[in-house]
């Protein structure tokens, strides 16, 4: 690229793969691109990504490999599948991992990818959905060594506000605290705009209303107006949401953590997607609230 920012590969042309590599491309880097399904390849090429054939081709064309995929059996396909990260990797590489995955399997898949193929690791999951990714003003949490935290912060810098949380598995614990506050809100928002509507007064004013006192917050300037118009177009899915409040489950009883609220949530999420709403925005909740959805 014109800058000479250098060689990034991104495998996981979803929703946030798209933006990220948008904001790639925007920045200046030269960015090969690889996805199961060839429409979203061909979605990336439209905007500056290189083509890749597999996640080994990404890997051999790129300095640094970004990963955002859905499922620890997703990544695992990816970084040691046949035509895997490690298949196509040297020495020296890093890979960035920007799913949400178990903070253990993190730790277990870093050390295998170090061993294997002498690549470095970094969890980098993110919060703030496409949009933040596409205008570069993502929240991300990693976890890594010094050395590999300090070798992938540059780019990082160019998708976000990054804080390194401590050595491989701390950026995806950190990921699940970030889950409790963003997952419960979306439940809370609902509620609330619930009670507005059923109460009789305007609803569309409550950020405004509530916006200087302890209730104001960017998830009620943001996203509430979403819940008010319901627009549940996908900027997250609703079975994502679900995944991650199981996955803190689990971190939670590991940990011996009570998380009722968190449990509640997973509750709602469960049934949302058990209605086949699994496909919309979390914020898609609302559903179970809605006077509308009940006639």
Not at 170 to 186: C, D, E, F, S
């Amino acid at each position: 690229m014109a800058d000479g920012k250098g060689s990034i590969g991104f495998i996981g042309l979803g929703l946030m793969g798209q933006a990220f590599t948008r904001r790639l491309v925007a920045c200046g880097y030269r960015v090969t691109g690889y996805d199961l399904r060839p429409q979203q390849i061909a979605a990336a090429e439209a905007h500056g990504v290189e083509p890749a054939g597999s996640a080994a081709e990404v890997a051999r064309a790129s300095e640094l490999v970004h990963v955002c995929v859905m499922t620890k059996d997703d990544l695992a396909q990816a970084v040691f599948g046949p035509d895997g990260v490690a298949a196509g990797g040297a020495p020296g590489k890093l890979l960035v991992d920007h799913s949400t995955t178990d903070a253990g399997v993190t730790r277990g898949f870093a050390e295998r990818l170090r061993t294997d193929a002498g690549i470095g690791w970094v969890d980098a999951p993110v919060s703030g959905g496409p949009p933040a990714a596409a205008a570069g003003t993502l929240a991300i949490m990693a976890g890594g060594t010094e050395a590999d935290a300090a070798k992938a912060r540059p780019v990082l810098a160019d998708l976000g506000q990054c804080t390194h949380m401590g050595p491989v598995g701390a950026g995806q614990t950190t990921k699940m605290v970030n889950q409790v506050l963003v997952l419960n809100n979306y439940c809370v928002l609902a509620e609330a705009l619930a009670l507005a509507e059923a109460g009789g007064v305007d609803a569309a004013k409550i950020p405004q209303a509530l916006g200087a006192g302890y209730a104001g917050s960017t998830m009620l300037q943001k996203l509430y107006p979403r819940l008010v118009a319901r627009d549940f177009a996908p900027a997250g899915y609703a079975f994502q949401a679900l995944k991650d409040l199981d996955m803190l489950h689990d971190l939670a009883k590991a940990l011996q953590v009570p998380t009722p609220m968190s449990a509640q949530a997973a509750s709602l999420f469960r049934i949302l997607n058990a209605k086949g709403h699994g496909q919309l925005d979390g914020l898609a909740v609302l559903k179970l609230y809605d006077a509308k959805e009940r006639l």
